[in-house]
């Protein structure tokens, strides 16, 4: 098989507080995929995340992007690489217009000019909010936010997109189309979270993580339907939705 | 709840003041301060034309009166400052209707008034046609300090997020039955700052690790960078030029 985009080989982590959130964790995701990292709360899923690009620093085992490792020297080129979305878009757009902060990723690795504007177009267009570029990031409506939240990475052009908790606090009208937008896109997904029905809707292959530990890996469906497992790391589908 | 409920001071518009690029009518609005603060004490009629001069330039706006005297009010302490200089101060006593007032006291009231009432009304004329994102840029355009820079324009962003945090806790508080009122209910208020600080904190965290993300190194990118034409400066210098000569000559 071709080079992983994404190559992560017996991450484990603990806060400096000593709490360890990450056991060994060994994860494999290739160009074009669309992966599910599901998993309850306090599983790890985010301090996983942390580690794709390089904010927090493995204390065992490593990560490498496209075959570049995620350490000192090539974080600039990791940060490039691996676009993440926080949970929370009030954390991830801090700039005072939304075409600043669309520019701001790019902008950091040396983009000027017309190249940096074709940039943010392009970004804003394919999550559907060109008409949005003018306006401050704190009067958009949620659903808007996390979208231009998307555009924000899209614009690094990135190779993996990491998303945690993406359909969280949507509408169900928000939630489809973002949906929609996620499998227009041409780049490889990771999306963390806890919405099962979106990953089936979304992701061919899904990973459960428990306790910082990965305890399953395959197919959605086949993972999904396995209600053993499901129930032991405290995955509930919702009432009324059945594979 | 939308920011929309902050008292911003901008009022959208279209003149001439709501067209000049911010940085060079932030230039235009220093200069014009420091040649009026210039102008030596006692110049009355040059001080009064000055003061004409702020009060056409807010007008110039088009922003209603009714928005401006909302925000002229903090111009009200130097008012009543000058107002009571003539009783207060010492000097040569003469004589007004049944009053006996200073004549030092006069003059330097005002002088006090006329230069404080400019300041007040052309800063306002600034204020009201400059949107807080542009005053960012214009500082960053003219090369204020990268801290400075981040951190207003982060006061931007967040600060109503964060009002609405407050706002929200308030709600929270109050929906289980506290009365913010009298001196039992410090303690929770103050409880209530500290939870708030904490937040705005982790916030900042948060908001720190999303910036390396996006390849942050210590300086706010320029990303739309300001120019503007020789006429702008010239425009925007005008009340300074003017002002200057009426400082100079008053010193003739
Ligand atoms: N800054 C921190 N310091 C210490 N411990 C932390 C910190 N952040 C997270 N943890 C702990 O690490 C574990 C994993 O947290 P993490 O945020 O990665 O979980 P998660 O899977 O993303 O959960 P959720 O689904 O609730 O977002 C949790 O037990 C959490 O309490
Ligand atoms: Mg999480």
Known sequence: MSLPVLDVRGLAYAYPGGHQALFGVDLHVHAGERVALLGPNGAGKTTFALHLNGILTPGRGSVTVSGLPVTGDSLLEVRRRVGIVFQDPDDQLFMTTVHDDVAFGPANLGVRGAELDARVAEALRAVGVEDLAGRAPHHLSFGQRRRVAIATVLAMRPEILVLDEPSSNLDPTSRRELADILRSLDVTVLMVTHDLPYAVELCERSVVLSEGTIVADGPTRAVLADAELMARHRLELPVGFSI | ?252
């Open chain 2, 1 to 252: 709840m939308g920011s929309g409920h902050s008292a911003h001071l901008h009022v959208d518009g279209a003149s001439l003041l709501h067209r000049l690029p911010p940085q060079v009518k932030l230039v235009g609005l220093l200069s014009f301060v420091l040649a009026v603060v210039s102008v030596p004490a006692g110049s009355l009629v040059a001080l009064g034309c000055l003061v004409a001069l702020a009060a056409a330039l807010l007008l110039s706006t088009g922003v209603a009166p009714r928005h401006l005297a909302a925000r002229l009010v903090v111009a009200l302490p130097v008012v009543v400052f000058a107002l009571a200089l003539p009783f207060v101060a010492s000097g040569p006593d003469s004589a007004f209707g049944p009053l006996t007032v200073s004549s030092t006291g006069v003059t330097a009231a005002w002088t006090v008034l006329a230069k404080g009432l400019t300041g007040v009304l052309s800063a306002v004329a600034f204020a009201v046609t400059t949107p807080p994102t542009d005053l960012v840029a214009a500082l960053q355009r003219l090369r204020a300090p990268a801290l400075v820079v981040v951190v207003l324009s982060f006061m931007v962003r967040y600060l109503s997020v964060v009002t609405e945090e407050l706002a929200r806790m308030r709600v929270a508080r109050e929906s289980r039955g506290f009365r913010g009122r009298g001196l039992r209910a410090w303690p929770v208020l103050a409880a209530a700052s500290g939870a708030l600080f904490v937040r705005s904190y982790e916030r900042g965290e948060r908001v720190h690790l999303a910036m390396l993300s996006r390849g942050f190194s210590g300086r706010l990118p320029e990303t739309s960078p300001l120019t503007a034409r020789p006429g702008e400066w010239a425009t925007a210098l005008v009340p300074a030029t003017l002002a200057l000569t009426a400082s100079v000559a008053a010193r003739l």
